[in-house]
């Protein structure tokens, strides 16, 4: 099946600094991409659908300033937390549309000090 | 407006007995439906979809789903449960084809939990 990447898996940052997290399709093209936040023991959370060569959409209550999207290729999409804080500690997951069908990454465990 | 319920927040079955996880919908439209797994501090594994084919879905490690559209459900079903099925299991509906918005909504997880 469609394999999706994450990098990096676990990154741990001060409070104040920011944090790119890169989501990729190893054997496919993915349009579409998307970015989702899931708190523990809870499902998760759609933050942000991204569009390769356009902006992406936040749902309500996501602050794009904040959680800054790039889709620059068919194949890579990047999520910058800006000025991260400890609230901002969470487990971050993208998806990557291939037809129909969503194939996840494997997560990246964000930790702000 | 799509929605999905797991009626289940948490599944207890022994070792080698049926697994059954419930899941029901509404949709506006003709749905896909899909069932994920995730393993603790891991991403989502694709187990199945169901996209308006045949109703009775086969997916990986051993689980299936049927569509019932009279019932509004896509359980999943394992006849022989394993110790590495403990997982949080979610239930996915999506209205979304090529060409419309994708986005899917999440059922909030059933766990399930393997007894030895």
């Known amino acids: 099946g469609a394999v999706v990447s994450q990098h990096p898996s676990r990154v741990i940052c001060k409070s104040g600094t920011s944090v790119k997290i890169e989501c990729r399709s190893l054997d496919f093209q993915a349009t579409t991409m998307f970015w989702y936040r899931q708190f523990p023991k809870q499902s998760l959370m759609l933050m942000a659908t991204?569009?390769?060569?356009?902006?992406?959409?936040?749902e309500q209550g996501v602050e794009k300033d904040k959680f800054l999207i790039n889709h620059a290729s068919l194949t890579l999409s990047t999520l910058t937390v800006t000025s991260a804080h400890p609230e901002d500690s969470s487990f971050y997951i993208c998806s990557a549309l291939d037809t129909d069908t969503q194939y996840f990454g494997p997560g990246t465990r964000l930790t702000v000090l | 407006a799509q929605s999905v319920t797991q009626l289940d927040s948490h599944v207890s079955v022994s070792e080698g007995t049926p697994v059954l996880l419930r899941c029901n919908y509404s949709s506006s439209y003709s749905p896909s439906l899909f069932w994920y797994v995730q393993h603790p501090n891991k991403g989502l594994q694709l187990l199945l979809k169901y996209t308006s084919a045949a109703t009775l879905v086969k997916g990986i490690n051993g689980f299936e789903a049927e569509f019932k559209k009279s019932e509004t459900s896509f359980h999943l079903t394992k006849p022989s449960a394993h110790m590495s099925d403990a997982a949080e299991y979610f239930c996915v509906v999506s209205e979304g084809g090529v060409n419309r918005d994708d986005k899917i909504i999440f059922g909030k997880g059933t766990r399930l939990h393997i007894l030895p």
């Open positions: 991204s569009n390769e060569g356009s902006k992406a959409t936040y």
